[in-house]
Nanobody, 121 residues
């Protein structure tokens, strides 16, 4: 059974930091897989937070400078470092994996169960 399992979410005060991890199991998520993070806040649409593919990474422009995505292929894990958190970053964060960028943006093959991030003011 292929799984992506997120961890590291929680409650943090504004200005604080969190590091999310997403560990894959059941298959090897090599650098040929697009891996990354979406988030969805209550009443809002899902939005792309960050992606990583081979040696490339992307962070949504509104989050650059605060969020960083990285991966450790040996550990089958993708990370999201979030600094200077704001209340508007409150959302459920989901990691995903897929072999193509297009399909990962539409309906990724593999999803995690989500981890709640709550930023208090």
């Amino acid at each position: 059974q292929v799984q992506l399992v997120e961890s590291g979410g929680g409650l943090v005060q504004a200005g604080g930091s969190l590091r999310l991890s997403c560990a894959g199991s059941g298959r090897t998520f090599s650098s040929d897989y697009v891996m990354g993070w979406f988030r969805q806040a209550p009443g809002k649409e899902r939005e792309v937070v960050a992606t990583t593919y081979q040696n490339n990474s992307y962070v949504a422009s509104a989050l650059k400078g605060r969020f960083t995505v990285s991966r450790d292929n040996a550990k089958n894990t993708v990370y999201l470092q979030m600094n200077s958190l704001k209340p508007e970053d409150t959302a459920v964060y989901y990691c995903f994996a897929d072999l193509t960028f297009i399909s990962s943006m539409r309906d990724p093959t593999y999803w995690g169960q989500g981890t709640q991030v709550t930023v208090s003011s």
